[in-house]
């Protein structure tokens, strides 16, 4: 960025201060009468010292407006650049606000009082959206500018309302071990908007290192754990960043422009010292162990009187920190208290992992609930009455505990049928579950079948057998077909389901590049909504085939899986560790959904080298130029069919003449103008 552009960009920002209420004002001046109301945001006509001012002295700061304000969310919107340690106070009086600071200021600095939407007008609340006022207690003003987009590392969607941390690079390189964010504080503070695009001002020709936050408590620092984060991978200088356009949206009321680096936020894995939390028995048959961190070493688990191999483990969340234990023995083989022991890896007051014993008691004996006690002494009732009248009683039955959900309705052919436990079985009696298939005249045929236990769940097993398409089946489970670790058993089941047929179904063929042989990818299908509709885990050349989507719209997802574990991993700031990336694939007229027909096959080439080629500032723009030819696209068929639409209600009555007051917006740094039209060309 040349200082000349960083003076066109200096004079069109304060156009955009200043100006916005003339945008705004142009933008409603066409509006049909119907009762004045109030929709301009207040008007500033002054400030003391003034704006800009340099050698900057005084403690109070009064900015006049051309009417009464208010000053609302002073702790979510109102932040200074850079941070001080002492918020200043902001109190309304009259058509002004006076702020009092009440800090020291650092010398040759410049600073930004940034208001955010805070100050609105008293009476209908329109924000003085982006309101700043700067100063400097140096000789100069600080006037460089970036431009950065937020995203989602995880989902890829916008994250708005992000904040930039720049610090000064002391040494052109970023250390191993990356302390930054908890030890300096920033030389300057920036906040984007709901868009997802950050424009950072008043900043020095210098390196910084950048990070930004999603800043969940509103506190304007970063807290591990609670706060996303991202940060890039090297040092950045405002003056030899490439040129880039600003423009105002006249609708949204918010600044756009092109980005120059991509921030892709996730959240951070905090460092969390392992040891074991809690040890409970929730129930007669299991033992729940929850543990601090992620991925427990486990060395050795045993419990007195009870055989290793009837000990079922079941893990319950993806990092393995909460396991369940099922105890595979009766009931009346269990005591009330079971005493046990776990050899595990903790860590000392070093953070170093050492073994470690922990003695277990776990302690479980049913008691009757209130409900129970209820319904037990109405039952004895009822059976007092019954013997009093000289009749028979019989006690109503009890429903079974055992639970087992089959699956029904329909089934893709290439996949199998799945049941899923209450409890892991500790039986099946293959001679009670049968598989039947319906012939069109209605009669049955037994079908071999074979079953497996699922890889992830315990409590899952799978029916695999040579599934016809479009036919229909019947699972039948007998009383007694499965028996859990508690000895329960299932009533008898009989569940129906179709087969799915091909030619009522679209299949999608990818032939996919990698970026080399030893690449491994995870593909998402999606539907319009965003859900997983199928999943291809450790895909890395070659050819892969989706079948039986539904028709409609569909959106393909994909994973680059750096270490092939068939799941996004996130990042680590410390350790300086990107996120791994997701990337939606477009095809090369810029289309987003593939439209799925029934009986259709739509082949698709994927080269992983484009689809997470590195982001750079000419592909950020392309992408941006892509999304609006495509909003503009929808504005038109949408104003299309608003006239056809009134044309067909006009039919009949009188001609009401109509104006359309739209407005465009402005473009900066010598670039072409871009359209300031009211949806965000980075939100699909």
Partial sequence: MNKKTVGIVLKSMVVLMFGAAFLWSCANAMQPTGGPRDSLPPVVIGATPSFGTTDFKDTRITISFDEYVQVTNQQSEFFVSPPLKKKPTIIVKGRGIQIDILDTLKENTTYALNFGNSVKDNNEGNPLGSFRYVFSTGKEIDSMYMSAYTVSAEKGDTVSNTLLFFFPAEVDSIPDYDSTMFNLTPSVLARGESNGIVLAQNLKPIDYRVYAVKDNNTNFAYDPGVDDVAFLDSVLNPISMPEFSVWYDTTRHIVMADPQVNFRLFRDENFKRQRLNNAVRPSQHQL??????????????????????????????????????????????????????????????????????????????????????????????????????????????????????????????????????????????????????????????????????????????????????????????????????????????????????????????????????????????????????????????????????????????????????????????????????????????????????????????????????????????????????????????????????????????????????????????GLSGQNGGGMNPFNR
Avoid: C
């Fill in 288 to 669: 729940r162990m929850e543990f601090s961190a992620p991925y427990p070493q486990i060395k050795e688990f045993t419990l007195e009187g009870i055989d290793s191999d009837k000990i079922v483990t079941d893990y319950v969340t993806r990092d393995r920190d909460t396991i369940l234990y099922w105890l595979d023995v009766p009931s009346e083989s269990l005591p009330d208290t079971i005493k046990g022991r776990m050899i595990y890896m903790k860590h000392d007051s070093l953070n170093v992992l050492v073994p470690d014993t922990a003695k277990l008691e776990f302690f479980w004996r049913y008691v009757e609930s209130d409900a129970e006690r209820r319904a037990r002494e109405e039952e004895e009732k009822k059976r007092e009455r019954a013997e009093r009248n000289g009749e028979v009683y019989e006690a109503p039955k009890k429903p079974n505990p055992f639970k087992v959900d089959i699956q029904r309705g329909t089934l893709n052919p290439e996949q199998h049928l799945s049941m899923t436990f209450g409890m892991p079985v500790s039986e099946i009696d293959t001679t009670r579950l049968l598989l039947l298939r319906n012939d069109e005249e209605g009669k049955m045929f037994r079908v071999r079948y074979g079953l497996e236990q699922d890889s992830v769940d315990v409590k899952k097993w799978l029916i695999t057998a040579p599934w016809n398409e479009g036919d229909s089946y019947n699972v039948v489970a007998l009383q007694g077909a499965f028996t859990d670790v508690a000895r329960q058993q299932n009533d008898s089941t009989n569940m129906k389901l179709t087969v799915l047929d091909r030619e009522d179904f679209g299949t999608l063929v990818l032939n996919i590049t990698p970026k080399s042989e030893d690449s491994r990818y995870v593909i998402y299908l999606l539907d319009s909504k965003n859900k997983v509709l199928q999943t291809r885990t450790n895909v890395s050349g070659g050819q892969e085939i989706f079948r039986f989507i539904t028709p409609g719209d569909v959106v393909i997802k994909v994973l680059e899986d750096l270490n092939g574990n068939g799941v996004w991993d996130t990042g680590n700031m410390v350790q300086r560790r990107q996120p791994e990336r997701n990337e939606i694939y477009y095809s090369p007229d810029g289309e987003e959904y593939i439209a799925m027909k029934a009986n259709w096959e739509v082949e698709l080439d994927i080269d992983m080298n484009r689809l997470f080629a590195p982001v750079t500032t000419e592909s950020m723009r392309e992408r941006m130029s892509m999304f609006e030819r495509k909003r503009q696209q929808r504005l038109a068929e949408a104003r299309a069919a608003r006239a056809a639409q009134e044309q067909q209600q006009q039919q009949g009555h009188s001609h009401v003449h109509t104006h359309d007051g739209g407005m465009g917006g402005f473009g900066m740094n």
